[in-house]
């Protein structure tokens, strides 16, 4: 069961590995009719449960809630077994997608989780409108999807299974630019 505690754990290991700056990205979780999301700029480590705010499946966004508060909530009306929404800033994950195109890892854990990772080229100037709706939609298939240039979404049924995704596809993109570091070198 996700909880308050859980989820500022989890925000924080974000930032702890790499994976966000101090105050990027967010996450929430579900528990009934409430999602619990980060704050809008909030300090990953700073971050106390009792910082968490509150939004209704309905739409309504707790007064300070993350940026990307809608986002979530759409991820979950369109996912009823998620629990769990992490959004990270990967860096490897952010440099290999740049193109647009979408992320075929190569390395066998990849390959088992992931057989394509969609990429999402929304413009800066809509992304608030655009990207709950296709975001959402994407993550009905899959299990995580990236933003070009932004980031990376990840949803599950539990933190833990959210985390390994977002974890698990920073490796394969940390792996495959070795790889071409190394081709170009052969």
């Not at 909880?3 to 930032?15: A, G, H, P, Q």
């Not at 910082?51 to 993350?66: H, N, P, Q, T, Y």
């Not at 979530?72 to 769990?84: G, L, M, S, T, W």
């Not at 952010?94 to 990849?110: N, Q, S």
Request: aromatic share 10%; with cysteine.
């Amino acid at each position: 069961m996700c909880t308050k505690e859980k989820l500022v754990t989890y925000y924080s290991w974000l930032r702890q590995y790499g994976y966000n700056d101090s105050h990027s990205g967010n996450a929430s979780f579900r528990e009934d009719d409430t999602v619990w999301i980060t704050p809008s700029g909030a300090c990953a480590d700073t971050l106390q449960p009792e910082d968490l705010i509150a939004c209704e499946m309905s739409g309504v966004a707790g007064e300070k809630a993350s940026f990307d508060a809608a986002l979530h909530i759409e991820v979950y009306r369109k996912n009823p077994d998620a629990r769990a929404v992490l959004h990270s800033h990967c860096p490897y994950t952010i440099a290999l997608t740049l193109d647009g195109k979408e992320f075929v890892p190569e390395d066998f854990e990849g390959q088992l989780y992931f057989p394509k990772v969609p990429v999402h080229c929304i413009p800066f100037s809509s992304y608030g409108e655009q990207a709950p709706q296709v975001v959402a939609d994407t993550l009905q298939e899959h299990c995580i999807t990236v933003t070009r240039g932004h980031g990376v979404y990840a949803c599950a049924p539990s933190l833990d299974l959210a985390y390994k995704w977002t974890c698990s596809l920073e490796q394969s993109a940390k792996i495959a630019h070795l790889a071409r570091q190394i081709d170009r070198r052969g």
